[in-house]
T-cell receptor
Framework: AQSVTQLGSHVSVSEGALVLLRCNYS??????LFWYVQYPNQGLQLLLK??????LVKGINGFEAEFKKSETSFHLTKPSAHMSDAAEYFC???????????FGTGTKLQVIP | EAGVAQSPRYKIIEKRQSVAFWCNPI?????LYWYQQILGQGPKLLIQ????????DSQLPKDRFSAERLKGVDSTLKIQPAKLEDSAVYLC???????????????FGPGTRLTVL
């Protein structure tokens, strides 16, 4: 069965600092991987997704993630944090069928001015 | 393009009462999903529709939860009777294809926050 582990339920960074949110997955087949962002009282918005091909995926708002099969990881990064990046971030995996997606437990990002 | 609409945004009920949530997906989207997001957890898929047929309802507590998608457009999710542990945000999402493409993007509504007292 597919699963996702997000390391760190809360991450704090200073404005302008590197953002690194960690995600490790488990899948019995080549996975499709996603990062979503959720702002307070809003639904989830897709940041980026990996399906096949290039392992470095660029998303919206300056975020990117790298698929590393050997490490079963899909960490999310952004070179310079902005106050507007404060939100909860969810990593997710899908491995087959009609897009059944399994979400991680989320990481809340706090950006300190 | 209008997004996924959900109503109500908030609902407070007593345990053992009934409640219904409504979702209107993005126009033309064939696939509709209902997720349950308990505080501190990621969303969990309850049910997935392809047009008006059920594709996956393996995690839907069928003794108390029901969902329908009439005419393959909007959908309702009902809980009867509600329990304390049903307190959560209920998210609706939709995606375009009807072929089960794994690259298709799910678009989420704002959710309905349910509190069961």
């Amino acid at each position: 069965a597919q699963s996702v582990t997000q390391l760190g339920s809360h991450v704090s960074v200073s404005e302008g600092a590197l953002v690194l949110l960690r995600c490790n997955y488990s899948s019995s087949v080549p996975p499709y991987l996603f990062w979503y962002v959720q702002y307070p009282n809003q639904g989830l918005q897709l940041l980026l997704k990996y399906t096949t091909g290039a392992t470095l995926v660029k998303g919206i708002n300056g975020f990117e993630a790298e698929f590393k099969k050997s490490e079963t990881s899909f960490h999310l990064t952004k070179p310079s944090a902005h106050m507007s990046d404060a939100a909860e971030y969810f990593c997710a995996v899908s491995e087959g069928g009609y897009q059944k997606v399994t979400f991680g437990t989320g990481t809340k990002l706090q950006v300190i001015p | 393009e209008a997004g996924v609409a959900q109503s109500p945004r908030y609902k407070i009920i007593e345990k053992r009462q009934s409640v219904a949530f409504w979702c209107n997906p993005i126009s033309g989207h064939a696939t509709l999903y209902w997720y349950q997001q308990i505080l501190g957890q990621g969303p969990k898929l309850l049910i997935q529709f392809q047009n008006n047929g059920v594709v996956d309802d393996s995690q839907l507590p069928k003794d108390r939860f029901s969902a329908e998608r009439l005419k393959g457009v909007d959908s309702t999710l009902k809980i009867q009777p509600a329990k304390l542990e049903d307190s959560a945000v209920y998210l609706c999402a939709s995606s375009l294809t009807s072929g089960g493409s794994l690259t298709d993007t799910q678009y989420f509504g704002p959710g309905t926050r349910l509190t069961v007292l």
